[in-house]
């Protein structure tokens, strides 16, 4: 397989031949309205905090089919609503995102099941946890997906989440040998992490620890506290850089 991480949590996950575009945003540096609240550190700027790394063109170019995690600002938004073609088929997570999208125009949507399929690949819906304490309620639902395909690796995509238990349940259950976590361990001014912290990630490399691990949604939004530089020195520091992949925006890696 082939992840190509554009920016944030929007990659493109080349498996058994198809295309799959995961969380589409499309809006340029800034042109998103702000977040609900100040960053950790205070800072309010608005979202994305960079430019797509290539062009809408090239992101779209032979894509099968689309993955929609949730709905949040920063997985699906209007530049992308109006690009993508209406016909193409999207999974989502349950009925109330599948109103939303069919309300964009879309006519091509299925609920992500535990046993669903694209062609021979088989995809299950995982169960994921948006952050810790208060702010959870805030957060609302969100899934993930596991991918597999005989002439592929297993796959599982973690999505926003932060590590519990049904992560660890995930990775005991399907053995995947790559996971990709959302590590920016975003913060508001008030309450805690939204998705994986550096700690978390190195719980994720506790259960699974022959797997690879793609740490992406880092740097893309406002209220991302971890940074890549921060990740590279702790992932050095417990010697698991081999393990542990942090591509820059616009980078493919092969698995
Ligand atoms: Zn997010």
């Known amino acids: 397989?082939?992840?190509?991480?554009?920016?944030?949590?929007?990659?493109?996950?080349?498996?058994?031949?198809?295309?799959?575009?995961?969380?589409?945003?499309f809006a340029k540096k800034g042109e998103l309205a702000r977040g609900p609240m100040p960053a950790k550190d205070w800072n309010w700027k608005r979202n994305p905090n960079h430019d797509l790394p290539i062009s809408v063109e090239e992101i779209l170019k032979d894509i099968d089919f689309v993955f929609l995690t949730h709905l949040h600002f920063d997985h699906w938004d209007e530049a992308a609503a109006n690009a993508l073609p209406k016909d193409i088929k999207v999974f989502v997570q349950d009925e109330n995102d599948k109103k939303v999208i069919a309300e964009a125009g879309f006519t091509n949507l299925e609920i992500l099941g535990e046993i669903s399929s694209f062609g021979d690949i088989k995809l299950t819906r995982t169960k994921a946890k948006h952050g810790k304490g208060f702010i959870l309620k805030l957060a609302g639902q969100v899934c993930g997906m596991v991918m597999k395909h005989p002439s592929e690796k297993t796959l599982y995509i973690a999505a926003d989440t932060v590590w519990y238990e049904e992560v660890d349940k995930t990775i005991q259950k399907f053995n995947p040998e790559v996971i990709i976590v959302n590590g920016g361990d975003n913060r508001f001014v008030i309450g805690d992490q939204?998705?994986?912290?550096?700690?978390?990630?190195?719980?994720?490399?506790?259960?699974?620890p022959n797997a690879d691990i793609v740490v992406v949604h880092m740097e893309g939004v406002y209220h991302n506290t971890l940074t890549r530089k921060e990740l590279r020195s702790f992932v050095n520091e417990k010697a698991i850089e081999e393990k542990i992949l942090i591509p820059e925006d616009g980078e493919t890696l092969s698995l």
């Open 1 to 25: 397989m082939k992840v190509q991480l554009i920016r944030n949590a929007t990659m493109i996950v080349e498996y058994a031949g198809k295309r799959m575009l995961v969380d589409p945003m």
């Open 194 to 208: 939204l998705i994986m912290s550096k700690e978390d990630i190195y719980q994720t490399h506790l259960a699974a």
